[in-house]
Antibody, heavy 123, light 108 residues
Framework: QVQLQESGPGLVKPSQTLSLTCTVS??????????WSWLRQHPEKGLEWIGY???????HNNPSLKSRMTISVDRSKNQFSLELKSVTAADTAVYYC???????????????WGQGTLVTVSS | DIQMTQSPSSLSASVGDRVTITCRAS??????LNWYQQKPGKAPKLLIY???SLQSGVPSRFSGSGSGTDFTLTISSLQPEDFATYYC??????????FGGGTKVEIK
């Protein structure tokens, strides 16, 4: 059974960098069969895709966040990570990681998802 | 970005009812359309991928249809555990994967 678990600080100050890690169990990122995605959900709002990474290190990011974000992978730990720079209150959201079925032919569906972690941007 | 519009934004229904949720894309997306169910405080769960393929483990009362710009999620007989918010998501434009605004299914 594939499981994903997000971890990282729940509170980040404005202008600082949000850093989250997703630990995967029950599947190997190195298998290369999937992308691995980050998504977020603003309070009481809808869902927003942030970006994905493949085990090769290739990434694809949401253009609206591209200039501030980095997704990386640590194959030895079976983890992938998100960094979002210069955060503001608008980045307050529940952040999810998910396995992404879009590799190699497209149709990026997300399954399963981590439980999500609330990140609040506040001084 | 491709805009995804769901209707209605909310609905009230009774156990046993047939429920239909619609998702419209701002341009043709072929069958690159997925559906998710989200319960309060929980992560979304994939129900349907590629417009009409049922994800493993999902009850057969859920079905999806459509192609191009218009898609439908149908619950043939609503069960108590189906009260949740449902989202559609397009994956045709990988430059930005986008979701609909959600449809909240409530108990009548």
């Amino acid at each position: 059974q594939v499981q994903l678990q997000e971890s990282g600080p729940g509170l980040v100050k404005p202008s600082q960098t949000l850093s989250l890690t997703c630990t995967v169990s029950g599947d190997s990122i190195s298998s290369g069969s999937y992308y691995w995605s980050w998504l977020r959900q603003h309070p009481e709002k809808g869902l927003e895709w942030i970006g994905y990474i493949h085990h090769t290190g290739s990434t694809h990011n949401n253009p609206s966040l591209k200039s501030r974000m980095t997704i990386s992978v640590d194959r030895s730990k079976n983890q992938f990570s998100l960094e979002l720079k210069s955060v503001t209150a608008a980045d307050t959201a529940v952040y999810y990681c998910a396995r992404d079925g879009g590799y190699p032919y497209g149709n990026n569906w997300f399954d399963p998802w981590g439980q999500g972690t609330l990140v609040t941007v506040s001084s | 970005d491709i805009q995804m519009t769901q209707s209605p934004s909310s609905l009230s229904a009774s156990v046993g009812d047939r429920v239909t949720i619609t998702c419209r894309a701002s341009q043709s997306i072929s069958n690159y359309l997925n559906w998710y169910q989200q319960k309060p405080g929980k992560a979304p769960k994939l129900l349907i991928y590629a417009a009409s393929s049922l994800q493993s483990g999902v009850p057969s009362r859920f079905s999806g249809s459509g192609s191009g710009t218009d898609f439908t999620l149908t619950i043939s007989s609503l069960q108590p555990e189906d009260f949740a918010t449902y989202y559609c998501q397009q994956s045709y434009s990988t430059s930005s994967l986008t979701f609909g605004g959600g449809t909240k299914v409530e108990i009548k």
